[in-house]
């Protein structure tokens, strides 16, 4: 993939939250797509990620999160 390519997905996920969206967001987006199914604790290995920054970003990638919004 050239930077182009890249710069365009990353675009795609900007997308969602244009404001506030970590580059550990699109990283563990793609991280699921690729090992799944994939524990957090091997999503987190694979990212340099804590267990609970996986859980965090699992949560806040979904449509409700614990606080039911």
Not at 8 to 30: C, E, G, K, Y
Not at 34 to 45: H, I, N, R
Not at 62 to 67: A, I, L
Request: aromatic letters at 8%; proline letters at 4%.
């Amino acid at each position: 993939m050239d930077l182009h390519q890249l710069a365009s997905a990353l675009r795609a996920f900007a997308v969602h939250s244009p404001t506030h969206w970590p580059n550990h967001f699109s990283q563990l987006f793609l991280a699921v797509a690729e090992q799944q199914p994939a524990t957090f604790k091997e999503l987190g290995d694979t990212l340099a990620l804590s267990n609970s920054a996986v859980s965090r970003t699992v949560a806040a990638l979904g449509e409700t999160h614990r606080k039911g919004s």
